[in-house]
């Protein structure tokens, strides 16, 4: 559940007009507002939670905190007027104080006991600001500085005012006042060179320049896709730099390595994605990253922990380590120069392991608890979180299973003992989780120590009591008026007159300043008392429909009139089906509250084929694409850039071919999971890795006896088996009309083969032309909706060249299906390598028969 917090510089600056006539302020407004909406289409969002912070005093400058809902933060975001000084380093601070208002109730930061990326409540903080000068009423600030006093019990317990999984970002807008006569320069967007652009790197964002109403999008769009569930952590090299390496992936100790040269891949400042779980929506994990200390019982207070952990990495390559059944941990890291130098290296069967440094009791560097390693497709780099000191505890492991069969001896278990030596306390508990999930015999005391002093204890425990007292104080606050300036009193000095307070213009004039007024009848929520009827004061008395007003006698004129009223209120309906009138008389302000209208749904039923990508909601444009492959600042060209070089097996160079997604699909998933066993599958051969269930899929696309005929027709073309098509020079391998049958098909094929002139020859290069543009068809009709899978195999069947040729193209549609869980059409697909695979396997013993008979 992300909580996007919006902070809006409402000084008086932020009234200055661009060359539209709009203000700053209301440019901020829309953009917020645009931003919703755009973070709308993506169906995760009915989880999200909106803040509204300004740059008023504390604490009056939360509109909208934890308890509110959509409509009060859209209400008080159109009520914001600009006016005050710019008092950047105080609603930084006090929005900070707001989003960690709950972490200590909660232990989400577990102090003293390791950091565990999978307790998160991932935050953006995007602030809409000016870029002019710091104002306060000390004067005109040159440098942005957070004030250190926070009234939140435990802030002296983390050095900055924010956590590793809340990020700020910054549009900074430097629209014009006049319009510009230059035309408008297209590419990414610069960072603003503000005072606030340093304090956004430091938490793992950026900063934007905004100068037209064009880039404002365009980094809308930026930030939408920056919403991700992730934490931030310092990678830092250790020892020497590696061994560079040739263009053959093997090490050349002849090239320098410029040990000694700062490189921006020794030092990186970047997120890790944590993946929440597909069954129950929370991210799971098992081991924390160590603390930088060792936890003693002698300890009086904890040390201060900085917000991002400072992981170091050691270049020495090593062999990844894991053995059956332990559990382990795997992020994905954001690109970076560091994820670029690895991928560079092409070494996906090696890693580097990663330490903390004081993590170990008799180690300064510590013991590795993990390491960096790429994927086997080099689209990205993981790090395996694993037990401390894992190089120690995974031989123990494995000869407890395999040598002592669970029944280890004396000299295993002095071993054991003494690799518990060197454990931070805070691991024996999930190490005692692990063993039991494994089967293992308890081979752990039952009295677990934390290795944290009473006195740290008892002090946590009342910091968190201190903290909920704190946190119920300044949320009773929001919503509060800034008291107004007191005038003077005035003693009424009047002997037996009747007192002002007793006057009824007087009370109506004090509810008007304070801002209560009674309730207009408009403003009555009748669905809080649904079935709500006005009660008769005779309850004998029957209902009476009366034509003429004088009929109704004196004394019934009462319960007519209560009759009536009920009437007029409509709290109750007399013909079914009826539509309450409210429901059709909605004001403009709340037409454009989707968001609370989604959170009043039921929850959607399940997929009945869960093989289909879920659709986004068109809400207001039934034609509404997803822009993807927009550009917008350089970590987005990043990673469509560097990472993205390694072409699959098979796959032409074209401008036609797409990028390469960076989030790892489900096949490249198994296969790493195998290569970490030790079963190193070989490439381009997805029948081999893909999981059982995609083995037992049946499907209603295609007949598995058209399924064979297709197979057998595609494994039986010729290299030169095209058709020329007449009026035209194009070279096709098959009717054009798609609506015709497989057999009518093959029927023109074969009628067709022999009326090609043998002067008719096909140049490599309008081979490739042909293969290039079925490819991009073959694209678009994996993406396509439902199980009619007939027009991908007649597309196979059009390849152009040998069977090699062919087989890249079947196993390159296999990938394609797999980004898009297309189940049933990997399974088709996987017979009809298996044909070729088979007929290939004929041609060559024909081959060699041939040679022997000769």
């Known amino acids: 559940m992300p909580i996007l917090l919006f902070l809006i510089d409402t000084s008086a600056s932020m009234n200055q007009r661009t060359d539209l006539g709009t203000s700053y302020l209301d440019i901020a407004k829309g953009a917020v507002e645009l931003f919703l909406k755009l973070r709308a289409r993506d169906p995760a969002s009915r989880g999200d939670r909106y803040m509204l912070v300004t740059y008023d005093e504390p604490p009056y400058c939360i509109k909208a905190g934890w308890k509110e809902n959509h409509a009060t933060f859209m209400s008080e975001l159109k009520n914001l007027q600009a006016s005050g000084l710019t008092t950047l380093g105080q609603a930084l601070r006090s929005s900070f104080d707001l989003l960690n208002l709950n972490r200590l109730i909660s232990g989400i930061d577990n102090y003293g006991q390791g950091r565990n990326p999978f307790f998160l409540e991932p935050s953006i903080l995007i602030t809409i600001t000016d870029g002019n000068k710091l104002t306060s009423t000390a004067g005109v600030q040159e440098e942005l500085h957070l004030p250190l006093n926070s009234p939140l019990p435990g802030s002296e317990l983390t050095k900055e005012p924010f956590r590793w999984d809340q990020r700020l970002f910054a549009l900074v807008l430097r629209l014009p006042g006049l319009a510009s006569t230059e035309p408008e320069q297209l590419g990414s967007v610069p960072t603003d060179e503000s005072a606030i652009t340093q304090m956004c790197e430091v938490t793992g964002g950026r900063s934007y320049c905004v100068r037209t109403q064009r880039m404002l999008n365009q980094c809308l769009e930026s930030l939408v896709q920056k919403i991700q569930s992730g934490v931030v952590i310092n990678f830092e090299k250790t020892g020497p730099d590696p061994l560079p390496v040739g263009e053959d992936g093997l090490m050349d100790s002849s090239r320098p390595s410029n040990s000694f040269a700062a490189q921006p891949w020794h030092s990186c400042h970047k997120l890790i994605y944590v993946r929440p779980n597909s069954k129950t929506g929370v991210p799971v994990g098992h081991w924390p990253i160590p603390e930088s200390f060792w936890p003693d019982q002698n300890l009086p207070s904890l040390p201060p922990r900085t917000s991002h952990p400072v992981v170091r990495f050691s270049c020495v390559d090593c062999e990844p380590m894991v053995i059956d059944k332990l559990p382990f941990d795997k992020y994905e890291l954001e690109p970076s120069p560091l994820t670029q130098y690895i991928l560079e290296r092409k070494s996906p069967h090696t890693c580097w392991q990663v330490f903390v440094t004081s993590s170990g009791k008799y180690n300064e560097l510590g013991y590795p608890f993990g390491y960096l390693k790429a994927s086997t497709t080099l689209t990205c780099v993981n790090l395996f979180v694993m037990p401390y000191n894992y190089p120690v505890l995974l031989p123990l492991l494995d000869d407890l299973f395999k040598v002592h069969k669970l029944k280890p001896n004396l000299k295993w278990r002095q071993a054991f003992d003494s690799y518990l030596k060197t454990l931070p306390p805070y691991y024996l508990l999930p190490l005692k989780k692990a063993l039991r999930m494994m089967g293992a015999p308890n081979l752990i005391s039952d009295n677990l120590d934390c290795g944290l002093s009473y006195s740290v204890i008892s002090y946590l425990k009342k910091l968190s009591q201190q903290t909920k007292l704190e946190s119920e104080r300044i949320l009773a606050s929001v919503g509060k008026k800034p008291p107004q300036e007191i005038g003077i009193k005035v003693k009424n000095h009047s002997g037996g007159g009747v007192s002002m307070t007793h006057s009824k213009n007087f009370r109506k004039l004090l509810k008007e300043i304070i801002g209560e007024s009674a309730p207009r009848l408009t403003e009555l929520n009748t669905k809080e008392f649904a079935g709500f009827q006005l009660g008769l004061l005779n309850k004998d008395l029957k209902p009476q429909t009366y034509r003429n007003a004088y009929d109704i006698p004196r004394r019934g004129l009462l319960d007519q009139l209560t009759r009536m009223r009920s009437n007029l209120l409509k709290t109750h309906k007399f013909i079914v089906g009826q539509d309450e009138d409210s429901l059709h008389s909605v004001p403009v302000a709340q037409m454009g509250n989707y968001q609370e209208y989604l959170k009043t749904l039921a929850s959607p039923l399940r997929e009945i084929d869960p093989d289909q990508p879920k659709r986004l909601h068109t809400f207001g444009n039934p034609f509404k694409q997803d822009k993807k492959g927009m550009m917008i600042d350089e970590a987005d060209e990043f990673v469509a850039g560097p990472q993205n070089k390694v072409k699959r097996p098979g796959e032409a160079s074209s401008p036609l071919s797409p990028k390469r997604r960076r989030n790892v699909t489900v096949i490249p ?160 697909l996987e017979k009809v390598l298996e044909k070729i695979d088979s007929h290939h396997h004929l041609n060559n013993v024909n081959h060699i028969n041939s040679r022997s008979l000769c």
């Open 669 to 828: 998933e198994v296969h790493e999971e195998k290569m970490e066993n030790g079963q190193i599958p070989p490439d381009g051969f997805l029948s081999k890795s893909a999981p059982p269930e995609l083995m037992n899929m049946a499907g209603d696309g295609i007949p598995h006896n058209q399924l064979d005929s297709l197979s057998d027709d595609f494994a039986s073309l010729r290299k030169d088996g095209l058709i020329h098509k007449p009026g035209t020079n194009a070279l096709i391998g098959g009717s054009k009309n798609d609506s015709v049958s497989v057999e009518d098909r093959k029927a023109s094929v074969t009628s067709t083969l022999g009326t090609v002139p043998n002067t008719l020859q096909i140049t490599p290069a309008m081979a490739q032309g042909i293969n290039a543009d079925i490819k991009h068809q073959l694209m678009k009709e994996v993406r396509k909706f439902g199980r009619k899978y007939e027009r991908i195999f007649i597309l196979l069947e059009e390849v152009q060249g040998p069977l090699a040729v062919k087989k890249q193209f079947v196993e390159f549609t296999i990938k394609e299906a797999a980004r898009f869980k297309r189940r049933v059409l990997i399974q088709y």
